[in-house]
């Protein structure tokens, strides 16, 4: 569903990295109707006292499940957790919402026990996966948050649309095979919602970075930089040959002199996620052009 301000103003930028607590009071209560409707007894069941099947949601196992997969909770949360306001952190919210994607299902009613005045439930877990994967990306989506639930269950964090457009559409199959598992390591790494693995996607693509400029031909490794640069650029384009090779030093001299390759005393850390993100972008973009223009490696 788009809403009306969405039509007329456009859908809010999904730049957010902290869950906030009117999220957050989104989230629990999206989790909270699945308790109270029996979505989740498709996993963690109460069963009828006659053993005709299961009739709802068994809200303490759920919890005790939770907690035992999502440690945090432990130390931040005490039940009855769905009715409190206890604020865990962004990255245990996201686990929270892929555990309950994995437990729910949607609850159908087969019969009606008169004695004890119950349904009997089955569960259809595709729909309710599916039903439960909407409703929580509309929250992410209406309060700005960088974060959206995948088909199969995983959170993957959204990168500004530039970057994103060029990830998405990346598909690394050089002959170098190291090379293509140390680009792909970057890649799915700088998707996660994790700012430390981010980090590490970042120290991933300037290993790749320092492998691909041994691709060109030449006897060391300036030579072959050299080459690969004047393949890229083109015996015509002189000045973006210039350009490209100022990117390179710079961007060979960032890896030097930062916390991204090296973290010895007196290297500057790379101190924001906006910083990752942008530098992350820098480089993948040079390696990018450089790929698509020698088809050959």
């Known amino acids: 569903m ?11 930028p999904q730049e957010k990295e902290e869950i906030g607590e009117g999220t957050w009071g989104g989230i629990r209560a999206l ?16 069963s ?10 068994d809200a303490d196992t759920l ?17 009855p957790w769905y009715h409190r306001e206890d604020m865990p952190r962004t990255l245990d919210v996201l686990d929270m919402i892929q555990f309950c994607w994995r437990c729910v299902g949607k609850p159908i009613q ?22 439960f994967r909407i409703d929580a990306n509309r929250i992410l989506r209406r309060n700005g948050l960088a974060y959206e639930l995948k088909e199969d269950g995983s ?4 990168l500004p649309p530039m970057l994103r457009e060029a990830l998405t559409s990346a598909h690394f199959q050089t002959l170098d095979s190291e090379l293509n598992r140390m680009l792909e390591a970057a890649r799915s790494r700088i998707l996660d919602p994790d700012e430390e693995i981010r980090r590490e996607a970042l120290e991933k693509l300037w290993d790749a970075w320092e492998r691909l ?31 490209l090779e100022n990117e ?10 930062m916390q991204i390759r090296h973290s010895e005393k007196g290297k500057e850390r790379v101190a924001k996620v906006e910083h990752v993100d942008y530098l992350f972008h820098r480089l993948f973009s040079l390696v990018q052009v450089i790929l698509r223009t020698n088809k050959g490696l």
């Open 213 to 243: 400029k041994t691709q060109g031909a030449g006897s060391d490794k300036k030579a072959q930089t050299n080459a690969l640069l004047d393949a890229t650029a083109g015996s015509s384009s002189p000045v973006l040959r210039k350009a």
């Open 155 to 158: 959170i993957e964090r959204l």
């Open 48 to 57: 009828c006292e006659d053993g005709r099947g299961p009739i709802g949601t």
């Open 110 to 131: 087969v019969s009606y026990h008169q004695h004890f005045q119950h349904h009997h439930l089955r569960f259809d877990v595709e729909e309710g996966r599916e039903n």
């Open 248 to 257: 390179a030093h710079e961007l060979t001299w960032i890896g030097n002199n």
């Open 2 to 12: 788009t809403y009306f301000s969405e039509k007329e103003e456009g859908e809010r």
């Open 31 to 46: 989790i909270t109707a699945r308790i109270d409707d029996g979505s989740f007894g498709a996993t963690y069941p109460i």
């Open 63 to 79: 919890w005790q499940a939770m907690r035992a997969e999502i440690p945090n909770l432990q130390e931040r949360m005490l039940p």
